[in-house]
């Protein structure tokens, strides 16, 4: 049996005129929070490209990858049981606005929240969220850097293919 391992996710969100979007969940874990729009990491995505595609299909919005703001390893357990219910690794992306209407999707209903309405509406956001954004979106945090290298085999190796370092 394979051990299970913490799911990768990336969330995001641009900031518009001091501005941010949340996603109200419509699954769970979560469900019917507010958090930070987002998902998996698929097989042979990068970061950048993963978090541009979360929010494309979670809220409409187009945006551009510009930063890695952080990363949280957050564990969800059961409060009876103690049991690990979910892991996950998050990868806190900065992204600039490029284009769209925030529009409600598959996953949820979406709305652009000011600090101040973050602040009074607290109780309804995730509280591991509601940090990432006071952090790492509305914050100062120093930026992560991020680089990705795409590797291809050789009849002697490996080489390659592209990188930014």
Not at 29 to 48: D, F, Q, R, V
Not at 77 to 96: E, Q
């Amino acid at each position: 049996m394979e051990k299970e391992r913490p799911l990768n996710i990336v969330v995001g969100s641009p900031i518009k005129d001091g501005r941010c979007i949340l996603i109200r969940r419509v699954k769970e874990p979560y469900k019917n929070y507010w958090s930070i729009p987002g998902g998996k990491l698929e097989y042979g995505e990068n970061i950048a490209e993963a978090v541009e595609r979360e929010l494309l299909e979670e809220t409409g919005i187009i945006t551009k990858f510009s930063s890695l703001k952080g990363i949280v390893s957050e564990i969800l357990r059961d409060h009876s049981t103690n049991k690990v219910k979910a892991h996950f690794l998050i990868w806190v992306c900065g992204l600039n606005y490029i284009d769209g209407e925030a529009t409600e999707k598959n996953e949820g209903k979406v709305r652009w929240f000011s600090q101040e309405e973050l602040d009074r509406e607290k109780a309804a956001i995730i509280p591991s969220d509601y940090l990432m954004v006071k952090r790492f979106l509305l914050g100062d945090t120093a930026v992560a850097n991020f680089h990705t290298i795409h590797m291809k085999t050789t009849d002697g190796g490996y080489e390659i293919e592209h990188t930014d370092l």
